[in-house]
C-alpha cells in the first residue's frame, strides 16, 4: 500500500491510501501510542546542513522530511496531468487547507480565510484597498496610518507604496530598546493615536505588529486592538509573520479587522505560505489580490486560490503539517511552550557568558530572543552586523541575525549589537554553546568589527 494520498484528505482527517490497481481505500490514521522521539525528530530534519549551528529559524522556518515529501507528491499529480489537477483537485484541497486554517485561529466562517504566498503579500492586499479609499475619496488626503517604528521593512515600504503616495500622513510609533515591560509600548501607542487625530485627521488604519522581527519584542497586541476600537480607528490590520505557532493566535480574541502569519516559519508548512484572516464585513469585500486572474470578483478567497499557473503545493499540506504537529505531546501548545522556555534559557546562557543582558522580559519573548552582544565588538552600524553575521556564517558555521541598536546621547560602553536567537524543535543546546565559544574566541582575540573592513 502507498503512502497517504493527499487528493483524497478530508475534513474528517481520515486518511486514504492508494492500492497498486489505483483503488482509493478511506482509513482512519492510527493513533501513535507514543509521542515522536528525539531521533525522529533529528531525521526529520536530517536535510538540515549537518554542521552548520542553525538557530535563526524566524527568518526562513523549517519543514519536516515527511511533509517535503507530500509536497512533492502533490507537484507531480500537477505536472502527472495539469488539466485534471486544476479542474479538479486544486479548489477542494485549497479550501480543505483554508478549513484547517479557519479552526485552527478559530475564525467563524472558512470565508474570512484566504490563502497567499506571504505576509508581505498579505499587507499588499489589505494596504492596496486603503490606497483605493484615498483615490475614491472616501477617505481624505491626510487621514492617518499608524504603524510601528519596528515594522517589518518590505511592510513599512508597501505603506510608502500604497498609503503615503496616495495621500495618507503615516506616523512611526517611536518604541523604546531595550524594552522593560508592555507600559512602554502602551504609552507609546497612545501617543501616536493622538498625533495622528490632530488636525481634525482621522486615524484610517493602524497596523500593528504581534511578534516584531528585529529588534525580536511580543507586542501587547489585544491591548492596542482594544486602544484602536475605543479611540476610533476605522481598520486594525496584525502582521503576525511570526504568529500561528509562535504565540496564541485566537481571531475572536484579538479582534482585529486583519490578521496575517506566515505558515512556513514557525508551523512547519514549506515555504511560502501564509494566511490573511479579513473580518467578514462589508468592507471587506472590496478586498482584491493584487494579481488579477480570471476570478477577480469572485471573493478574496478564491482570487488568491487562482493566480495563474505556480506551484501551489506548499498550500495544499497544511492538513498533514497539522498532523506532523500532533505528534508532539500538547501539540502546537506544546511545542510553543518549549520553544519558549527554551530560547529564554538559551538566551539567559549566553547574556551571562557574555556579560550583556537580553532585549526585553522573558514574558515578551515568544521563539526568538534579543541577546545583547560583547560592547568590545564594536559594531557601529547596520553594514557591521552584515559584515560580522557573515564573518559567524563563513568562519563558525553559525547563522544568526545581529541587530545593531544605535546608542543614545550621553551613554558611555552602550550595547549596540544584539543577536536575535530562535530555538525549534530541531535544535540541540550545542547549537548555542556554540555560539557562546565563538564570541568568547572574538573577545578574547581582540576582534572589532573595523578589522572586516
Request: glycine letters at 6%; hydrophobic letters at 40%; proline letters at 5%.
Amino acid at each position: 500500500m502507498a503512502s497517504p494520498s493527499p487528493q483524497n484528505h478530508n475534513h474528517d482527517n481520515h486518511l486514504h491510501t492508494t492500492t497498486n490497481n489505483g483503488t482509493h481505500i478511506s482509513k482512519k490514521p492510527k493513533l501513535s501510542k507514543s509521542f515522536i522521539t528525539q531521533s525522529e525528530i533529528q531525521s526529520e530534519f536530517s536535510h538540515h546542513h549537518p554542521t552548520v549551528a542553525r538557530i535563526n529559524n524566524g527568518s526562513f522556518g523549517s519543514c519536516p522530511s515527511s511533509i517535503l515529501s507530500l509536497q512533492q507528491e502533490w507537484q507531480l499529480r500537477f505536472l502527472r496531468q495539469p488539466d485534471h489537477f486544476f479542474l479538479t483537485q486544486l479548489k477542494p484541497a485549497i479550501l480543505d487547507s483554508r478549513n484547517t486554517i479557519k479552526n485552527l485561529v478559530n475564525a467563524d466562517h472558512v470565508d474570512e480565510i484566504s490563502i497567499v504566498d506571504n505576509a508581505t503579500t498579505a499587507a499588499a492586499i489589505v494596504l492596496q484597498q486603503i490606497a483605493w479609499a484615498f483615490a475614491e475619496g472616501k477617505f481624505q488626503k491626510g487621514d492617518a496610518a499608524v504603524m510601528l517604528h519596528y515594522a517589518y521593512g518590505a511592510v513599512k515600504k508597501s505603506i510608502d507604496a500604497y498609503v503615503t503616495r496616495a495621500g495618507g500622513y503615516v506616523i512611526e510609533v517611536q518604541l523604546p530598546f531595550p524594552v522593560a515591560s508592555p507600559d512602554e509600548i502602551v504609552f507609546q501607542f497612545k501617543r501616536a493615536l493622538e498625533k495622528g487625530k490632530t488636525s481634525g485627521r482621522k486615524v484610517r488604519l493602524a497596523v500593528i505588529d504581534h511578534v516584531t522581527s528585529m529588534p525580536s519584542v511580543v507586542i501587547p497586541l489585544k491591548t492596542l486592538v482594544k486602544i484602536c476600537r475605543e479611540e476610533g480607528v476605522d481598520q486594525v490590520f496584525v502582521d503576525a509573520a511570526h504568529g500561528i505557532g509562535c504565540v496564541d493566535v485566537d481571531m475572536k480574541e484579538i479582534g482585529a479587522d486583519f490578521y496575517t502569519s506566515n505558515l512556513h516559519k514557525w508551523f512547519f508548512c514549506p515555504p511560502s505560505v501564509a494566511f490573511l484572516y479579513c473580518r467578514k464585513t462589508e468592507k471587506s469585500l472590496d478586498l482584491h489580490h493584487p494579481v488579477v486572474s480570471d476570478e477577480y470578483g469572485n471573493g478574496l478567497a478564491v482570487e488568491s486560490a487562482w493566480i495563474g499557473t505556480r506551484d501551489y503545493s506548499a498550500q495544499l499540506v497544511v492538513p498533514w503539517v497539522l498532523e506532523f504537529v500532533n505528534r508532539f505531546e500538547g501539540g502546537i501548545e506544546g511545542i510553543k511552550k518549549r520553544n519558549h522556555d527554551a530560547v529564554v534559557e538559551m538566551g539567559q546562557m549566553l547574556a551571562k557568558a557574555w556579560g550583556t543582558h537580553l532585549g526585553c522580559p522573558p514574558e515578551m519573548c515568544a521563539s526568538m530572543v534579543m541577546v545583547g552582544l560583547p560592547a568590545c565588538l564594536g559594531i557601529a552600524s547596520e553594514s557591521d552586523t552584515l559584515k560580522l553575521r557573515t564573518h559567524l556564517r563563513d568562519k563558525y558555521e553559525i547563522e544568526v541575525p545581529i541587530y545593531f541598536r544605535p546608542p543614545k546621547d550621553g551613554e558611555v560602553g552602550p550595547i549596540t549589537g544584539y543577536a536575535r536567537i530562535s530555538h525549534q524543535v530541531y535544535n540541540k543546546v550545542d547549537d548555542y554553546y556554540k555560539f557562546r565559544d565563538a564570541v568568547n574566541e572574538l573577545v578574547q582575540h581582540g576582534f572589532s568589527c573595523a578589522s572586516l573592513n
